[in-house]
């Protein structure tokens, strides 16, 4: 079992020690990356990955590790901090990069098999919203399952959580560790995923992005093949 925790910030606070909490329950290969240290550039909003290919993309060898890691994984989790009510900007910079895998355009067929997990850390309110800017992306990206887990730490660095915040934490993410086990390799995408692909089958039939229909007719997605 493969996991791929992509932190929204460089430094090692409350998100990052929870979702290392999750990653060490599921157990397996654990590989880490840390935002902005790791993967830094904003989109140039150039649509070469849109009309032409994601290879053509300026920044597609810096980012290409991250991409490798999320097409390996059996899992995804994507961690941030709450700032002003959002994930941090360098966590919406990296999942600006793959808009050209959402399923509106060229989603990979792995990730139909894959589970996801959002997990955010606040001192007070913004967790929905910012859990919201990543699942977005998990869930057009394809992934099978996408779990979503807030914290209200109540503090600004772990140390400082109370014990008995730390113990209901300990219990959230054994019981979902519990569940990503259980479903992995075996997990299968869900009607509001499938029903999704249809109606973007039927606009690829179009032909309104020469490069995503000829992406769609390679994989035998205009017919009834489907990733799954």
């Known amino acids: 079992m493969k ?17 290392r909490m999750l990653a060490k329950k599921i157990g397996g290969e654990l590989k880490e990356f840390f935002l902005p240290r790791d993967f830094g550039q904003f989109c140039l909003g150039c649509t070469t990955c849109f009309v032409k290919d994601e290879f053509k993309c300026p ?26 009510y959002h994930a941090t900007g360098a966590m919406k910079a ?37 859990n919201k800017d990543m699942a977005d992306s998990a869930f057009f990206w394809g992934c099978a399952r996408v779990y979503k887990l807030g914290v209200a730490v109540s503090a600004a660095e772990w140390e400082s959580v109370k014990e008995k915040k730390k113990a209901s934490v300990e219990k959230k993410t054994d019981k979902l560790a519990a569940r990503l086990k259980g479903q992995c390799g075996k997990v299968k995408p869900g009607l509001k995923t499938k029903g999704f692909f249809a ?20 994989k035998g997605w205009l017919d009834k093949k489907k990733p799954w």
């Open 94 to 130: 990296l999942l600006d990069h793959y808009g050209y895998r959402w399923m509106v355009h060229r989603p990979d067929e792995r990730m139909f098999s894959k589970q996801a997990v959002c997990i955010s850390t606040a001192a007070g309110a913004g967790l929905r919203s910012t």
């Open 59 to 84: 920044h597609y060898k810096s980012i290409k590790p991250i991409t490798d890691a999320l097409d390996e994984a059996d899992i995804i989790i994507l961690a941030s901090p709450v700032y002003v």
């Open 199 to 218: 109606i973007m089958r039927m606009m690829q039939k179009n032909g309104w992005n020469e490069a995503d229909m000829n992406y769609w007719k390679e």
């Open 3 to 19: 996991t791929v925790i992509i932190h929204g910030q460089s430094h090692e606070g409350s998100t990052c020690h929870i979702a």
